[in-house]
């Protein structure tokens, strides 16, 4: 609750300019540090750019291939073979139905000799 003879209003407009240029600056200054940073960084990928494309030039050959170049079309391969992922499989549909009883006389185990039930 107010105080008599006081005003309930919010920060004053002088509070507000102040915090304006208080974040303006924390901005510029943030800025200014990343900008910075990435001077450094690009002036060092340029750098090192530079030396790889300078030095490329006194690299070593590579050994010669072993074998026939796999860039020529006409060299001489392994034949290419087929082997299906799905040769032994069988399709066991559609069947027609049997009994019962042959299901179960064909699954039954075969009994024993000399043990009757």
């Not at 009994?99 to 185990?109: A, F, G, L, M």
Request: aromatic letters at 6%; charged letters at 10%; hydrophobic letters at 40%.
């Amino acid at each position: 609750m107010p105080v008599p003879g006081t005003c309930a209003r919010g920060p004053s407009s002088v509070q507000g300019i102040f915090m304006s240029a208080q974040i303006g600056a924390t901005v510029a200054t943030v800025g200014w540090v990343v900008r910075g940073i990435f001077r450094k960084k690009l002036g060092t990928f340029a750098g090192v750019a530079l030396a790889v494309m300078t030095l490329g030039g006194c690299a070593v050959p590579l050994a010669p291939l072993v074998g026939t170049d796999p860039a020529d079309p006409g060299a001489k391969v392994a034949g290419v073979g087929y082997r299906s992922t799905i040769a032994p499989y069988a399709s066991l549909r559609p069947t027609t139905p049997s009994s019962w009883k042959e299901q179960n006389q064909s699954v039954t185990p075969s009994p024993k000799s000399g043990h009757e039930h």
